[in-house]
């Protein structure tokens, strides 16, 4: 083997062993660096007789481009070893099943709202809103409540243990019957000196608390109020309006509807209203759906309004009971835990 074969050899092997790109680059200097093998060969040519140096010149101009060719190839591998190492961590694989995105759906005494809201707008009906956190005076006494009645007592309702900037006791609403004071009252005052006053048509659904809880009752449940007065609005009107309602939302026409004697200090006369459907799988039984009655001359007097000029009726339907009762639904707690297997069967 000629000297330069195995310069070229000892390129080869010297550039395979580099481990890394940089001291393959420390190898390169050593053979075609200004002080490497192959430049001191190129400047030694300058002693031969020119004959030689021509022959001379070209073998080692030969043995530079395969000393070359061995180094690009090695930069190659080492690249490419590089580039897999990185690949193989940013590894991916292609053949995992993709992510699902849960289809949201509405809760269904959110359906139920939305479905009430929509029936009674048909009818005329504002829909209105109002805080969750109340004083006495909307909660109770506004609506003639009397100081020793027990829906004011600790073990019904939840008391907020601050009061507001008047001196007043806060508390969760017991139930919606505030907001029918709450509008009213702005109705009255948007109307003053209209002759004659507009009617009040409002519902008002929302959050309601109580201290109590089991299959039937949940501290936290929903009703929808209802309000309408005007110069001749009577119990046959609430009796049209309420029959209209489970009409539509329970898209039957076979059912009764019941007006039962019952006591709220807001009405008078108060009743309970029931529905009885005549077939299905609740046929038969009177379900209580909801209270309702004339409302109080005082109550009237407490809305900014004159109860000579004035009269109507309210009611209170319990909305989760209206769920209950469309979803075939036994467990009122069911509404409320957030159980994916329950909630997903609404969707
Ligand atoms: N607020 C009553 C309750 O929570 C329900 C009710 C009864 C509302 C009669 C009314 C009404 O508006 O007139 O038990």
Known sequence: MNDLAQLIAAAESDFAAAPTPAELENAKA???????????????????????????????????????GALNARRDALAEAELNKQLQAEALDVTLPGRQRGGGSLHPVSRTIERIEAIFASMGFDVAEGPEIETDWMSFTALNNPENHPARSMQDTFYVDMKDEQGRWLNLRPHTSPMQVRYARIHAARNAGVKPMPEVRVIAPGRVFR???????????????GLWLGENVSFKDLKVVFAALVREFFETDDFDVRFRPSFFPFTEPSAEIDIRFGSGPLAGKWLEVAGSGQVHPNVVRNFGLDPEAQIGFAFGIGADRFAMLRYGIDDLRLMFDGDLRFLSQFA
């Open 30 to 68: 050593r053979f075609l660096g200004k002080a490497g093998r192959v430049t001191e060969l190129l400047k030694a040519l300058g002693a031969l007789p020119l004959e030689e140096k021509k022959t001379r010149g070209a073998e080692i101009n030969q043995a530079k481009l395969r000393i070359e």
């Open 211 to 225: 201290v109590d809880s089991d299959a039937t009752h949940s501290p936290m449940f929903h009703q929808i109020e």
